[in-house]
């Protein structure tokens, strides 16, 4: 066939020495390419070099080297030496291109690391399942972060099998499985000068000098734009880059000036540690059990510096550094870091703004991680639990964030076993019972909770204004965020918003009734689940008969909003019409002329699908 093909096609095969010529061809004129490259990067170098070139034309010419970067070939030695000196030039866009450049170069420099092959089903001990099922199953719970059986010794730590990819055995495993081989079948580590190759003698006698490091650390540390600078990719990789390439051999330099900038409260020194520190971090990735908790070592009293010292203009920053070090990483290769993390972080000190920091961090590390820490989500909750009653509004709203992604994971879909994490559903039973005091009264509730922290006892009236707010910000974060709507339980807090809610729109109200119609707004534009319908209306039909007209005209908006984000399942319900439909006539016969005369009414009785 082939044969015809190429006779009807008018082509003739090449013949064995016709396809060695053509592969000779290739290799000239690969060598030629190369020599070419070659003379453009010491031809530019050469024009860079000149003393007498304007500082416009110096500019351009390092853009150009920048540029000349390859993934398949490393950048001339003369060209690496003149990066990292340009590391400590005098003009800040210069120095912006070398640390992008070295950074790139460290990349070329990259040793490849082994893998080997693993089965998931013979670590677990577990038979492959015939069907795929999501979530947390005997399968993948040695991905698992449990405190009984961390990597705390040598032995431990070479013995474990490390999966850095997050996403990894949550909804089924890779037809081949590859993780990093050991410490031992990597490169090298601890190389002395004589073991590295030329170019990497370049960056090692550099950053071996003090008085470099010493001269970039000043730099590093500058501020760039006032009020705009913000945790900088490119330096964390240089240093990622520089720790992987190298491991800790130029720990001993950088010691004194991260205990330094640890210390220094201000924004710049603060920002460039947490860059240092996430490069770190990263970097140590495939280092040795004893370099490891060395390097843990130095890391636990310097990030406790650091977090005390933590300011509104760089808590953004270590929030990235956190969530940067923690990104595609074995939970349990940082368990140091999480269990620093989970030290008191409502301890008190330095106020509710480095609470609310503190917790700010926490929730980076926690929220990388996703499935794989169940157990560390369990004792976060648990911690919070019993602080939900906090006065500080700050510290309110990150507890509402954090309690969003201790719930995140907790997802009802089809062949998806139940999460290990923590529940909802069991949460707001708790809480439920917590907030009896305020949902068994008639009379409307008034915030008397003032922006600090009272002294004696509380009666339960005032805890439980104080829980219903932290609520109500766990509320609002998880409509925009988590990955499923309320759940029938949350739905049961409904009467008691209702009671709380405005009716008019005035930003003179204070939090706690802002908040109420924030979160009813929110709740009504949820999907519901057909088994969620008769509650929801339960819920409803109660409040109509409340002898608050402020809880009865909310109802209406409410019931608005969802029907209208809910219509096909309201549609498919003959009951659920019907129970609209009573709904509707009650309220037009409400005695208050503002609950009869409502617009909603209007948009509920002339719906051609809903209409009476």
């Known amino acids: 066939m082939q044969k015809s093909m190429n006779s009807h096609n008018g082509w003739t095969p090449l013949s064995p020495e016709e396809i060695q010529l053509g592969m000779q061809r ?5 060598v030629e390419a190369s020599q070419n490259y070659e003379n453009l990067v010491n031809k530019l170098l050469d024009s860079v070099d000149q003393r007498n070139l304007p500082w416009k034309f110096e500019h351009i010419g390092v853009g150009f080297l920048s540029l000349l970067l390859r ?40 040793r490849p690391h082994r893998k080997m092959s693993i089965c998931p089903f013979q670590i677990s001990g577990i038979h492959q399942p015939s069907n795929i099922q999501a979530g947390d199953r005997p399968d993948n719970q040695w991905l ?31 037809q081949n499985m590859e993780i990093y081989a050991s410490a031992a079948q990597q490169p090298k580590l601890g190389r002395n000068r004589n073991e590295l190759s030329e170019a990497e003698q370049v960056i ?19 501020e760039d734009r006032k009020g705009k600078d913000k945790f900088n990719p490119r330096r964390f990789c240089l240093f990622k880059g520089l720790f992987r390439n190298f491991d800790d051999a130029f720990l001993p330099v950088l010691k004194p000036h991260l205990e330094r900038l640890a210390v220094d409260s201000h924004e710049s020194p603060q920002r460039c540690v947490a860059e240092i520190i996430a490069g770190l971090i990263r970097g140590s990735k495939h280092w040795t059990f004893e370099k490891v908790e060395n390097l843990w070592k130095l890391l636990c009293p310097l990030l406790r510096t650091a977090l005390s010292n933590i300011t509104v203009e760089t808590y953004n920053d270590w929030g990235t550094c956190i969530a940067t070090s923690c990104e ?18 409502l301890s008190g000190e330095g106020g509710s703004f480095v609470d609310a920091c503190r917790l700010y961090v926490l929730q980076g590390g926690l929220a990388q991680q996703e499935w794989r820490v169940p157990e560390l989500l369990h004792r976060l909750l648990k911690y919070l639990e019993p602080k939900l009653t906090q006065v500080y509004k700050n510290v309110r709203e990150r507890i509402g964030s954090v309690l969003t992604y201790i719930f995140m994971i907790d997802v009802s879909l089809p062949n998806t076993a139940p999460t290990k994490s923590p529940h909802v559903h069991e949460f707001t039973s708790r809480i439920l019972e917590k907030l009896k005091p305020l949902m068994e009264v008639d009379e409307e509730i008034q915030n008397h909770v003032m922006e600090e922290n009272g002294v004696g006892d509380e009666d339960e009236r005032t805890q439980g204004i104080k829980l219903l707010k932290t609520i109500l910000k766990w509320l609002m974060a998880s409509a925009g965020r988590a990955f499923s709507t309320a759940v029938t339980e949350q739905l049961q807090l409904l009467p008691l918003f209702f009671k709380i809610a405005p009716v008019e729109n005035d930003n003179s109200y204070d939090e706690l009734k802002r908040d109420s119609k924030m979160c009813l707004s929110l709740m009504s534009q949820g999907l519901l689940y057909p088994q969620q319908v008769p509650s929801v209306l339960q819920v409803l039909k109660q409040t109509s008969r409340s002898s608050s007209w402020h809880a009865r005209y909310t109802v209406l908006t409410y019931l608005q909003t969802m029907v209208f984000y809910n219509l096909f399942i309201f549609l498919n319900n003959e009951e659920a019409v019907n129970d609209i439909q009573w709904l509707v006539i009650k309220l037009l016969e409400d005695e208050q002329l503002e609950v009869s005369n409502h617009q909603c009414l209007y948009f509920l009785t002339h719906g051609e699908d809903l209409c009476l």
């Open 71 to 110: 993934d398949d070939r490393v950048l001339p030695v003369r060209a690496i030496k003149f990066f990292v000196e340009c590391l400590n030039h005098d003009a800040l866009v210069v120095r912006k291109m070398a640390i992008s450049a070295v950074a790139g170069i460290l990349k070329q420099l990259k």
């Open 144 to 174: 698992h972060y449990e405190s009984a059986s961390l990597p705390k010794t040598k032995q431990a730590w070479e013995s474990c099998c490390f999966v850095e990819k997050t996403h990894w055995g949550y909804y089924t495993w890779p």
């Open 328 to 345: 595609s990483r074995d939970p349990r290769k940082l368990h140091w870091l999480f269990e620093l993390l989970l030290e008191s972080p």
């Open 26 to 30: 290739q290799k000239e004129r690969n």
């Open 204 to 222: 090692y006698d550099h950053f071996s000098d003090p008085k470099f490091v010493e001269q970039l650390i000043k730099f590093l540390s500058l």
